[in-house]
């Protein structure tokens, strides 16, 4: 269980013992009376509790923190709650969340407006706890089941990475968040070497199983929240690196050469060495300069191409020539 209490200033959290994670529920409401009722009788529920004391602070930390479910008091000054909800579903990455509107309008257009701005419930005040935290909970299962589904419909069903459907959606999103901010953005196209006669010499379910392996080997090389590793097609994966420049890139996908080469998995018809291996194509841009996200992905595959006809089990990227940086062709070797 844990609960929060924010009256300005950086929000205070208290963590208790709790067997997963549990659900961010972020409150807002003008008045710190209510906020205080809501932490003195929801702190001990399955949830993690967050507060904010205005409808832009509000939106602010559901932009930082991505709260599972919003308790959104209506009427406040400045922004109300109206605003903000219209401003969470405009926004592609919030308009999932839940909103839960806490009134004290009787009003059926008042309501009728919230439910239209894209809210899933509302509880008129002065509310009744039991029923604040039964349709709380009702719809944190309601969330917890979309996210589920949507964890579904965003994995590859045999390497249990990203697949083709996540990686457009997480492209253009980060390529448009680089853009906003001005931040670099790296890609890195990976190829297993050889595969289809790798499949040829061992069969398709060891082919499954080296899928499996490598996609495993590449999402250990880079854990930040923001990095998705991804199976772009086949046997080829993709690594989206957003606030990425093209050293620290560079190093990861080094590491992908090295993790996949520490596999060691016996590869007799590889022409660049006696294992399974991987060849890569990097690129890095800030988005704004000349250019889109398809031509970075462009440069990225192209460069995958240059690394291949230079031998492959190597990676090729900004300033490199036709060598770029190789693996080392021995069993279990690191890359170098």
Same mark, same amino acid.
């Given at each position: 269980?844990?609960?929060?209490?924010? %009256?300005?200033?950086?929000?205070?959290?208290? %963590?208790?013992?709790?067997?997963?994670?549990?659900?961010?529920?972020?409150?807002?409401?003008?008045?710190?009376?209510?906020?205080?009722?809501?932490?003195? %009788?929801?702190?001990?529920?399955?949830?993690?509790?967050?507060?904010?004391?205005?409808?832009?602070?509000?939106?602010?930390?559901?932009?930082?923190?991505?709260?599972?479910?919003?308790?959104?008091?209506?009427?406040?000054?400045?922004?109300?709650?109206?605003?903000?909800?219209?401003?969470?579903?405009?926004?592609?990455?919030?308009?999932?969340?839940?909103?839960?509107?806490?009134?004290?309008?009787?009003?059926?257009?008042?309501?009728?407006? &919230?439910?239209?701005?894209?809210?899933?419930?509302?509880?008129?005040?002065?509310?009744?706890?039991?029923?604040?935290?039964?349709?709380?909970?009702?719809?944190?299962?309601?969330?917890?089941?979309?996210?589920?589904?949507?964890?579904?419909?965003?994995?590859?069903?045999?390497?249990?990475?990203?697949?083709?459907?996540?990686?457009?959606?997480?492209?253009?999103?980060?390529?448009?968040?680089?853009?906003?901010?001005?931040?670099?953005?790296?890609?890195?196209?990976?190829?297993?070497?050889?595969? #289809?006669?790798?499949?040829?010499?061992?069969?398709?379910?060891?082919?499954?199983?080296?899928?499996?392996?490598?996609?495993?080997?590449?999402?250990?090389?880079?854990?930040?929240?923001?990095?998705?590793?991804?199976?772009?097609?086949?046997?080829?994966?993709?690594?989206?690196?957003?606030?990425?420049?093209?050293?620290?890139?560079?190093?990861?996908?080094?590491?992908?050469?090295?993790?996949?080469?520490?596999?060691?998995?016996?590869?007799?018809?590889?022409?660049?060495?006696?294992?399974?291996?991987?060849?890569?194509?990097?690129?890095?841009?800030?988005?704004?300069?000349?250019?889109?996200?398809?031509?970075?992905?462009?440069?990225?595959?192209?460069?995958?191409?240059?690394? #291949?006809?230079?031998?492959?089990?190597?990676?090729?990227?900004?300033?490199? &020539?036709?060598?770029?940086?190789?693996?080392?062709?021995?069993?279990?070797?690191?890359?170098?």
């Amino acid at each position: 269980m844990s609960g929060a209490a924010h %009256h300005g200033g950086e929000p205070m959290t208290m %963590h208790f013992a709790n067997p997963r994670p549990a659900p961010l529920v972020l409150a807002v409401d003008d008045v710190p009376a209510n906020l205080d009722v809501l932490v003195e %009788h929801l702190h001990r529920e399955d949830i993690e509790l967050t507060v904010a004391i205005s409808g832009e602070e509000g939106l602010a930390l559901a932009q930082e923190l991505r709260p599972d479910l919003i308790l959104l008091d209506v009427m406040m000054p400045g922004m109300d709650g109206f605003e903000v909800c219209r401003r969470l579903k405009a926004d592609p990455e919030l308009a999932d969340i839940p909103v839960l509107f806490l009134t004290a309008a009787h009003d059926d257009v008042e309501i009728e407006r &919230g439910l239209a701005l894209g809210a899933v419930d509302y509880v008129s005040k002065p509310f009744s706890l039991p029923i604040l935290k039964a349709r709380m909970h009702n719809h944190l299962a309601l969330k917890r089941k979309s996210d589920e589904l949507a964890q579904l419909a965003s994995t590859d069903g045999l390497t249990r990475v990203a697949n083709r459907r996540q990686f457009d959606i997480s492209f253009e999103s980060e390529w448009l968040r680089a853009q906003r901010h001005g931040r670099a953005l790296s890609l890195i196209v990976v190829d297993v070497d050889h595969f #289809k006669r790798f499949n040829d010499r061992y069969g398709h379910a060891e082919g499954d199983q080296c899928l499996k392996r490598v996609a495993e080997a590449l999402s250990s090389c880079s854990r930040r929240p923001g990095d998705l590793v991804a199976r772009y097609g086949g046997e080829e994966f993709v690594a989206l690196l957003p606030d990425t420049d093209a050293v620290a890139a560079r190093a990861i996908g080094e590491k992908m050469l090295a993790a996949v080469s520490a596999l060691a998995i016996a590869h007799a018809d590889n022409s660049a060495c006696c294992n399974v291996s991987v060849s890569l194509g990097l690129a890095t841009v800030v988005p704004g300069e000349p250019g889109s996200a398809a031509d970075l992905l462009a440069s990225a595959d192209r460069r995958l191409y240059r690394a #291949k006809a230079a031998g492959r089990n190597r990676m090729i990227g900004d300033g490199d &020539g036709d060598g770029g940086t190789a693996g080392d062709p021995r069993s279990g070797g690191e890359a170098r």
